[in-house]
């Protein structure tokens, strides 16, 4: 057994007993990693607070092969993401990001870029002045081409043949010709959005990405094979 140091983003934290927490995190050279915290929910644990969703911290555990679940022993603060949680529709799409790189990840797997990637994102959206939801596209559609899941968008994820005309889209496989089946219809508008949002390095100023949003929810629910609680939270909330 050795300890071991490492930044983390909590992803999800589940209660174990009365006092005691098991949490998944995301990291850089472990991917995913679950660890039980003992003793955080204890009001004068030192823990406490560390552990809510969103929060990026210095990790200490313990890590063992034979363990799915390892000891925390210490943790800093890095980053809470004060800008995300005070901000209800910041913190209500990054729900998904969050559900995302849950799923997206895996168990004791390199994940540097991953990492790099979703924790430098999300630092510009806590500054993000302009469209919410345009970030948040353009935020997934970065963690898809990370991960090598990316939408053919310029040429038919079918046939291969070039797109110039108003198109559609596959959740199986991406931008699809007039020619070839498809499960919704997009018009020229969306799919100038999401090229655009696809080749920007930055997040572009854009308005009118919630068609993008849904189409891409529904992708990405495809290639994990899952699909996303926080996404129907999301139709809730823009619909009521």
């Not at 990693?33 to 030192?46: D, E, N, Y």
């Not at 092969?65 to 925390?72: K, L």
């Not at 997206?104 to 500054?127: C, G, K, Q, R, Y």
Request: proline letters at 3%.
């Amino acid at each position: 057994m050795a300890q071991e140091r490492t930044e983390a983003v909590v992803l999800k934290a589940i209660d174990f007993s009365e006092s005691s927490s098991i949490v998944t995190f995301l990291t850089p050279d472990r991917g995913r990693l679950t660890c039980m915290a003992k003793g955080v929910k204890r009001p004068k644990s030192q823990l406490a607070g560390l552990l809510d969703t969103f929060n990026w911290i210095e990790l200490v555990y313990v890590w063992k092969d034979s363990r799915a679940v390892q000891p925390m022993t210490d943790g800093t603060l890095l980053n809470r993401y004060a800008g995300i949680k005070g901000n209800l529709d910041k913190s209500m799409y990054g729900a998904f990001l969050i559900e995302m790189m849950y799923r997206i990840a895996h168990e004791n797997e390199p994940s540097e870029l991953l990492f790099d990637v979703f924790t430098d994102d999300m630092t510009s959206l806590e500054d993000w002045k302009g469209d919410i939801c345009t970030h948040i596209c353009w935020q997934i559609l970065r963690l898809l081409s990370v991960t090598g899941f990316a939408p053919a968008l310029t040429e038919c994820s079918q046939c291969g043949q070039e797109i110039s005309n108003i198109v559609g889209f596959s959740y199986e496989s991406g931008a699809t010709c007039p020619n070839c089946p498809k499960d919704t219809s997009i018009d020229q508008g969306t799919y100038q959005t999401l090229l655009a949002l696809a080749k920007a390095k930055q997040c572009p100023r854009l308005k009118g990405a919630e068609k993008v949003f849904q189409l891409l929810r529904h992708f990405t629910a495809r290639q994990l094979e899952c699909e996303f609680r926080s996404a129907r939270v999301i139709d809730q909330m823009v619909n009521a």
